[in-house]
């Protein structure tokens, strides 16, 4: 591989610094109206009557649209929508509506919506249900052979995504064929999803995301907006535009569900784990929330596990996939369990990890990992942060006026196989010049760039030289850009037409030289015989050859039976806390993942700092907060709501595995957008316990709950 | 009670009518009729009321003269207006730095900074921080050091940090933090852009 695997610059790292680059909210079109959502207020009201006509009544409102009768379930919910010339105009349109609301009983608090008495927040239907049950072995039998037993609860809180750029969609009529524009991270998905609820045939609609300002799961299907421009754009016959608020991003378009998980962990004095039990209460809104049972059933050795998890419905918006969900949540409490279990039997928690380290799923029960370089990533990872320097017992350390120091570490797996049958083209024109197309969408992971490099390496060029198209359902099939599956999707999928289309290459050259096509090799935009270097022609009068674009398409083959595909990380953190303010301060950071083969070491390390960002401030800062009261969020604005900045960030090292799978795809790549945002919260929790002596349990680690902890740890002593 | 609260300025008009023309919330909206072309009183002195007045801008160099209504932002003429969408609107109420362009050279919040207030005076934008084909230093040095992801809080960055490297051509790491404190990358990049922000440093010290 010449390029694959270095770092190369974004092809389109240009048109983004110097401003040109057009995202969603960037477009206007030849006579397009602005669309505002009416939402309701309230957590839980009937709607006795609601009017238009004032509305439309308004010079300048060109349509307007009913879009909810009956019961109002959630504060945020819509209601009605106006299309008008412009936002001012719109948003007095909406003010004009008149509706009548009656109140009804609602809650919005998980604690509260599982009591007996609690509203029901879903008619005939109860607020708790099962979500998720797991087992093998006997964890009865395993909590007998222990030595130690150690049981706590963790909790996770609610955050949301808040992508810079806000939820929005550009809706214009072309005759029968609707054209959508919309920042998205699933073009094809949308495409379906508006064809069902428009009744109208796939083949008339078309998607397209130009560049777009983040997602992190929230923006990963169809959304009501979005149906809501094409009517309104249909109603009024000019092309209709919905930008979502911050405020409504906070109210309408999901969050990561909260979990309150209680474990029980068995080991002997050794660490051999026998028993592993965990039970979880979820809340995701009118959503359900996530299931934590993957990481913990799968990550470590253990022949007795046994989860039981359930679902609390409350009056709020349901929540969506954020960036790993369940696994985040789950890494939290199970790398906090065994930092505590660690503690128990005064054992390097590191030691405690390599102690029950598995080579097939399941907890060494399923079957075999098709690669595995979670060993590496304990090395290096302990390396870059010099993982001897930690307390060897939590809160050991030595005092520094109120601060104390303490190192952290957590493990992570995640899939990231990617999807067979995922499609792209390859497209030589006789110029010379190179298109791939691949109806995925790059959101900012640098998918663009990967797209090149790929087909830059199989065409003997360099990436500057490939031209690339994504972001459109007229495109050819790929998956949703959430998963971690874009890259081990795509670029095997690009490699594919790419080896075709060198391959026809050398055909058409071999024909020019008079030598065997398998003697021709492609470089520096020559092709030259092997057995005779006399013999060359250059890239240009090959491509003369083709004589008409060609074009060659590729996919994503399947993935081998027998093995289970899967990411794996390992992070260190180190950290300084106030015993006195509860403040933390995170001071290194070291990131070690085994994503396979890295297709672009710059933007890997990107997607890296970016996860190991988010953790942090999910970890210590971000938590949405209702209004027990009203339902409604209190802090759906961007200084309320606790986002990291460049202050509360250090340096963070970041290595990968150079262990290739051999199987899982034609490159070796597996995915990286989830794997840097699982342990990060979890490592930084255990370095805070390694400095004060007490694990927080709770996620935001916010002041007031490090002072908690500490007075728990005072009170237990 | 509510005439009670009525007490007449030294403008003759009334705390209460003012804030009404006002309307609530929004800053500067729409001025009761009577006042229009007036001057009131403040503390700062007497001063005009515009429901609209033509400004003249100078946008990237370039001189532009344009009707804005009083409570337009800088913000919204550069985007809906001026067609420079290059500048973003991420929080809309100065909270996250996504819309920073230079105003005769220093960073402002154009959400936060009404349009009649730059008459006059001179704004650069993302757009006009390149010369011709020539990149800044800043953004050759996002580029090279992968400064963004989604690239939505970029343009705001790169004139937060042109402006910083003005003044302070060889700033400490802390002084990067704080510098860029008043910047929000959701996706969480700030580590790359501490590099980047050295590495156009050094660019602009060999320039």
Known sequence: MNIIGKAVNRVDGREIVTGRAKFTHDLTFPGMLVGKILRSPRAAAEIVSLDLAPALALPGVKAALKLKEGKVRYAGEQIAAVAAVDEATAEKALGLIKIEYKSMPFVVDWEKARASDAPAVREGKPNVEPLNDYARGDVEKGFAEADVVVERTYRTGFEIHHPTETHGSIALWEGEHLVVYDSTQNVHGVRDGLARALKHPAANVTVIKTYMGGGFGSKLGLNEYTVVAANLAKQAGRPVKIVLTRRENAMCVGYRPSTSQTYKVGAKKDGTLTALQMTNVASGGLGE?????????????????????????????????????????????????????AAALDMDPLELRRKNYSTKNRGDTGVPYSSKALDQCYDLGAKAIGWERRNKKPGGGAANGPWRRGLGMATSIWAGAGVPGTLADIVLYPDTSVEVVCGTQDIGTGTKTHMAVVAAECLGMAPADITVKEGSSDYPWAPLSGGSLTTPSVAPAVRDAGLKAAARLREVAAVRLKVGADDIVLAGRRFSSKSDPSKSAAYADVFRDLRRETVFHGERGGLPEGFAYNTFGAHFAEVEVNVETGQIRVLKYAAAHDSGQIVNRLTAESQVVGGVTQGLSAGIFEERVLDDATGNPVNANLRDYKIATALDIPEITTVFADRIDPRINNIGAKGLGEPPR????????NAVFNAIGVHVGEIPMTPQRVLEALKRKEAAS | MEKKLSQKTKGGVTRRDFIKGMGTGAIGTAVLPPLLGQTVATRKGRVPVYDRKTITLTVNGQKTTLEVAANETLLDVLRGRLELTG???????????????HLDGDPVYACMFLAIRADGRSVKTVEGLARGDRLHPVQEAWIEKDGYQCGYCTPGFLMAVSALLEKNPDPTRDEIRQALSGNLCRCGNYAKIYAAVETAARKMKGA
């Open chain 2, 87 to 101: 500048s973003k609107k991420i929080c809309d109420r100065g909270e996250c730095g996504g819309c920073t362009v």
């Open chain 1, 289 to 341: 929330g996530d299931d934590v049972t993957e990481p913990v059933a799968d990550i470590y050795r253990c022949a007795n596990c046994k989860t039981d998890e359930q679902t609390v419905f409350t009056n709020t918006c349901a929540s969506r996939a954020t960036r790993a969900p369940g696994h985040t949540q789950g890494d939290f409490g199970l790398e906090g369990v065994m930092d505590e279990l």
């Open chain 1, 678 to 685: 699982i342990p990060s919260s979890a490592a930084i929790a």
